[in-house]
């Protein structure tokens, strides 16, 4: 999202018109600093410690944090023989965690002679996020990944009536809706509870985590002979940036229609 991807400006295909053009690869990247410290803790031990980590912008993906090798335990590295290459970073070289009896297999990787244009990356190594037992941006556990200072979560209260059908049935009907604008992503509308009809909604199992807005549980919705799976979601607790959306509901899924003032959602 924000500048990678969702038609920013480092996404190769960002549909918006703009007086110039970004001449480069297919694979654009940008280096960055990330502003404050950052730990990843693996079996009890802290294996990454920096604040000097920077963030790698990168058509098409997340931007992914790279630390300077001094800031790594290498104590608990043992590099191994599995290679990947990138055209536009060079051939990666990986390395597994191990911490007692705890290993994370190739979590780590570095370019140690980078493409030409990509001379930054010498010396710095990256970690996969899941593979790690905990990430904090400073004292503040974080969950998915780091958040990117170019992504953004607002929220606006919306008096326009906003209706939800699953297959013909109507399960949501407000004009106390929230607009939840998300940089990269269409406007999602939340619904206050008591705007919708909860009997019709079925408890699921299933859960995902949001780095700007938390973590989210869904429902299914019935609608007569059908069930939907995990067509509505909410966040119990959402974090700081979008807690206004807590006790609201949203709904997505295959037979979902959203009408905004009258007009059917894409």
Known sequence: MALTLGGGPLDRRAPHPANYRVDGPDGLLFWAPFPRRVRALFGGETVLDTERGMLLHESGLLPQLYVPRADLREDLLTPTAHRTRCPFKGEAHYETVRVGGHTAENAVWSYPEPVPGADWLAGHSAVY????????????????????????????????????????????????????????????????????????????????????????????????????????????????????????????AEGVRTEVDGTALA
């Not at 959306?245 to 997505?252: E, Q, R």
């Open 129 to 252: 996020g899941d593979r790690m037992d905990a990430w904090f941006d400073e004292d503040e556990e974080v969950f998915g990944h780091l958040r990117d200072p170019y992504h953004r979560v607002d929220v606006r209260a919306a008096s326009r009536s906003v209706r939800v059908t699953v297959h013909g049935v109507e399960v949501a009907a407000s004009r106390r809706a929230l607009v939840l604008s998300e940089t990269g992503l269409p406007n999602r509308y939340y619904l206050p509870e008591a705007d919708v009809r909860t009997e019709l909604l079925v408890p699921s199992a299933t859960h995902t985590v949001c780095p700007y807005k938390g973590t989210a549980s869904y429902r299914a919705v019935r609608a007569g002979d059908v069930t939907v799976p995990d067509a509505v979601w909410y966040y119990p607790e959402p974090l700081p940036g979008a807690r206004r959306i807590a006790g609201h509901l949203c709904f997505l």
